[in-house]
């Protein structure tokens, strides 16, 4: 196949290529940032949900995403045992409806047996703050218990979609491009289940009934809404939202307990930069978060070669922040939003 | 009477478990859970004094004990002299760099209104971290190629080390102004997920600006207190006082080291604890109890709520930095990858909601008690592990317990928080009621 030349390489370059910094900038910025920011939305909508039916800031949510993300794998591993699977896709496709359902089961029996109670004394927020930081321990012991520490890969099927050496190949361009089924999965995952959320929230009877009783708890109850049903569905929703975050971000990156918890932060920006309580607000925080952090810790310096003539490329790497300090995005974006506006992107009534 | 005897008798409970480990395994074990009990029951005390005395939720405890443990190692390292000479000079014009920046960002608010203002104030910022970088940079690299093996970093002031712990609180206290200015008197899971960021942040700069703190090729071999083991062996009358109770000399050298850090530790928790108390039931602390009980009647007899807070969080975080020193001075090593949010802030606060928030005492106990069962949680999970295992065949099910044996300190940790928020959620030692609502004592 005759490789077709859509740009002179940039080492020869004597004008700006823009093409090969589109490139560059797809492959390392925006296809990056946007699947971490599918997964942080998912997981920003969760935590907003409990947020406005259950009124407090859920710290177990992380470790939710975790045990949910254990559960998928161990149902994974059994269907790699069985030779079952869903070539060219991921097994964990398969697998994630039965993780989601233990999750939930999870999710209920801990409101059974734990947030029921201060539910029913109408305990101040923080202290349901603080039993979340118990059930936190929990979820986090029963993840360690059910697959240890370790970190694992469990990604299988067709990993690319597009490879580097077949993009360069196909484009002639210097730069090249790589698309994970992962990634693209992430993204129609994320999509698809918003729009359900939504949908769901806007149009079913029981949506419906969420949003009243988020709205004004003692106006829903007399209207005849059986809180339990709320409360029940609420963490049904939030347990599979998180199971779904948990496991893209695990086919993604990789599975370790501890990053799940790590990614809590960026969860928490996401809801608070979107408006706590507001499910729109927390994907559009999720997207906001994930470009922030992916575009402050990229090294322009590649970028900038290309755009730029050569006596004016900089000698440094241009890049705000080292990787490391991926999570002091989410801060800082946090402390600007409380700063300016606490209320979160999006104003108004939660919900 | 029961409000004297009641503490008074978990606390001798506390003490004879403590007593039976020296009897069962050894004094030298028994004094290193104590140490570590005294200073995990000061952090305790400075969580009491946020939550307890004014209900505030601080989730970045682990933040503030390692800013503490920096204070160590930059008061008590001797200095790098070339590691001054190659990057000081840098280091000065970036810290200049900052001033400016802080310089340029209020003149700029004063000049700008509304939402120009908000962006100027970014640009501002911006503009004035890529000046600060552009000399920290060269800074960095310079003094990271000093001898990079042992040193490659600026070291300290050569200082006692002693000096390190009151420098931990004001380090501390520092950085929980910044937050608690930001996110105090907004909605109170803010300033808990406020302070879970700045805690992830000081983690992130401890490991990874080498300069500062060798990021994580750790610090060690900060100058102790307390003489060596080694020194207490040379010392004539203390072999011989161990020699009258039976003591080998290098047992009595480690039990007279131990109970050297114990005496300072105990010392510096009874000062904070008598004055922990003495604000308690003072004006001020009535005017803590009032805010936190019902915070808008506080604001309508015209406290100011959110100062107050921001002055309880300060506060109780220096505590928590001192606490942070005293750690990292007991450790003679600052790992910055020690610091986990498990270990230092979310097993404070079970300390503190089991021993009984708002009641000093209580935190105090609750430190001892939950420190205790940290440590032993790891014997007795091997054992359990190790019985349940012997049940079962030998396969995959038996190894795979026998190796989550060290899961069960989570679930411990969680299932004491659960349980006592649950049945007792005024904790081993409850608060103190206050005396007008008490009955009129009798006699």
Redesign the interface.
Same mark, same amino acid.
């Given at each position: 196949m005759p490789i077709r030349k859509f740009a002179v390489p940039s080492s020869e370059a004597e004008i700006p290529d823009f093409l090969n910094a589109i490139v560059l900038l797809a492959n390392f910025v925006v296809i990056p940032a946007t699947a971490y920011g599918a997964q942080l939305a998912l997981g920003a909508l969760g935590v907003t949900l409990v947020y406005s039916v259950l009124r407090? %800031?859920n710290?177990a949510h992380g470790d939710l995403m975790a045990f949910g993300t254990a559960a998928t794998i161990l149902i994974v591993w059994l269907f790699q045992g069985w030779g079952v699977s869903l070539a060219p896709l991921p097994t964990a496709i398969l697998a994630l409806p039965l993780g989601m359902i233990i999750t939930c089961l999870l999710a209920l029996g801990t409101d059974r047996f734990?947030y029921r109670?201060y539910r029913h004394q109408r305990s101040? %927020?923080?202290?349901f703050?603080?039993?979340s930081? !118990?059930?936190?321990?929990?979820y986090?012991?029963?993840t360690?218990?059910l697959i !240890?520490v370790d970190d694992r890969r469990f990604e299988d099927g067709e990993r690319f979609i597009v490879t580097v050496i077949g993009f360069r190949e196909a484009t002639g361009l210097d730069q090249g491009l790589a698309l994970r089924t992962s990634q693209v999965l992430t993204v129609i995952v994320m999509v698809l289940v918003t729009t359900a959320v939504f949908w769901f929230l806007r149009s079913t009877r029981t949506g419906k009934s969420m949003r009243a009783y988020s709205d004004n708890e003692d106006l829903a109850l007399l209207s005849g809404i059986n809180p339990d049903r709320v409360v029940l569905v609420t963490w049904m929703l939030a347990a599979s939202l998180a199971t779904i975050a948990g496991v893209l971000y695990g086919l993604d990156k990789s599975f370790r307990p501890f990053t799940y918890?790590?990614i809590?932060?960026p969860i928490? %920006?996401a809801a608070?930069v979107g408006g706590?309580g507001q499910p729109f607000g927390a994907v559009a925080g999720g997207f906001i978060i994930a470009f922030s952090e992916v575009a402050l810790t990229y090294a322009w310096r590649g970028f900038l070669t290309h755009i730029l003539p050569p006596d004016l490329i900089p000698a440094?790497l241009v890049q705000?922040l080292?990787v490391?300090?991926k999570? %002091?995005v989410?801060?800082l974006i =946090?402390?600007?939003v =409380?700063?300016?506006r606490?209320t979160g992107i999006i104003r108004g009534r939660v919900f | 009477m029961s409000r004297i005897a009641r503490p008074l008798a978990l606390y001798a409970v506390m003490a004879s478990l403590i007593v039976a480990v020296g009897f069962i395994q050894s004094w030298t074990v028994a004094l290193s859970i104590t140490n570590l009990a005294l200073i995990s029951a000061i952090m305790t005390l400075g969580v009491n004094i946020q939550w307890g005395y004014g209900?505030l939720?601080n *989730?970045g405890i682990v933040g503030f004990a390692a800013l503490g443990g920096v204070a160590a190692v930059l008061v008590a390292m001797p200095p790098v002299t070339d590691s001054w000479i190659a990057g000081g000079t840098n280091l000065g014009l970036a810290g200049l760099a900052i001033l400016g920046t802080i310089g340029a960002a209020v003149f700029v608010r004063g000049r700008t209104h509304g939402r120009r203002r908000?962006w100027a104030t970014?640009f501002t910022i911006l503009a004035g /971290?890529?000046v600060m970088r552009i000399f920290l940079?060269p800074a960095s690299d310079a003094i990271e190629a000093i001898n990079p093996s042992i040193q490659g970093y600026l070291g300290g002031l050569g200082l006692p080390v002693l000096v390190a712990w009151p420098v931990g609180g004001l380090f501390a206290a520092g950085a929980a102004y910044l937050v608690g200015k930001? *996110?105090l008197g907004? @909605? $109170?899971? /803010?300033l808990?997920? $406020?302070t879970?960021?700045?805690a992830?942040?000081i983690l $992130?700069?401890l490991?990874?600006e080498n300069w500062l703190t060798r990021g994580v090729k750790n610090v060690t071999g900060i100058p102790r207190p307390i003489p060596s083991e080694r020194t207490f062996q040379t010392i004539g009358w203390v072999s011989e006082l161990g020699h009258s109770f039976g003591l080998s000399p290098a047992m009595t050298a480690a039990i007279a080291n131990r109970l050297g850090y114990a005496l300072l530790f105990l010392l510096v928790l009874g000062t904070i604890l008598w004055l922990a108390e003495r604000a308690l039931n003072s004006p001020w602390g009535r005017m803590m109890r009032a805010i936190r009980d019902n915070q808008d009647a506080a604001e309508a007899m015209g406290k100011d709520v959110t100062r107050r807070h921001l002055q309880v969080f300060v506060l109780g975080s220096a505590v928590v930095g001192i606490a942070g020193a005293m750690l990292v001075t007991l450790d003679g090593q600052f790992t910055p990858t020690a610091y986990t +949010?498990?270990r230092y802030t979310?097993v404070i606060?079970v300390m503190v909601?089991l021993g009984g928030s708002g009641n000093n005492w209580g935190a105090v106990l609750g430190g001892f008690v939950v420190w205790y069962t940290w440590v032993m949680a790891e014997p007795i999970g091997n054992h359990l592990a190790a019985a349940l295992a012997d049940l079962l065949p030998a396969g995959w099910l038996r190894s795979h317990i026998l190796?989550?044996a060290p899961?069960? @300190? +989570?679930?411990l940790?969680?299932?004491i928080?659960?349980l006592c928020?649950?049945f007792a959620?005024r904790g081993l030692i409850p608060e103190r009621r206050a005396p007008s609502t008490r009955k009129p004592e009798v006699n």
């Open positions: 407090f %800031a710290f734990v109670f101040p %927020a923080i202290v703050v603080m039993v930081v !118990g059930v936190m321990f929990i986090n012991a029963l360690r218990f !240890g918890f790590q809590l932060l928490f %920006a608070i706590i440094g705000i080292s490391e300090y999570f %002091a989410s801060f =946090l402390v600007i =409380l700063l300016v606490p | 209900g939720f *989730a908000t970014l /971290y890529i940079d930001v *996110a907004l @909605r $109170a899971d /803010y808990a997920i $406020a879970l960021g700045i992830e942040i $992130a700069i490991k990874n +949010p498990l979310f606060w909601i190796d989550s899961h069960l @300190r +989570p679930f940790m969680g299932m928080l659960l928020l649950r959620p």
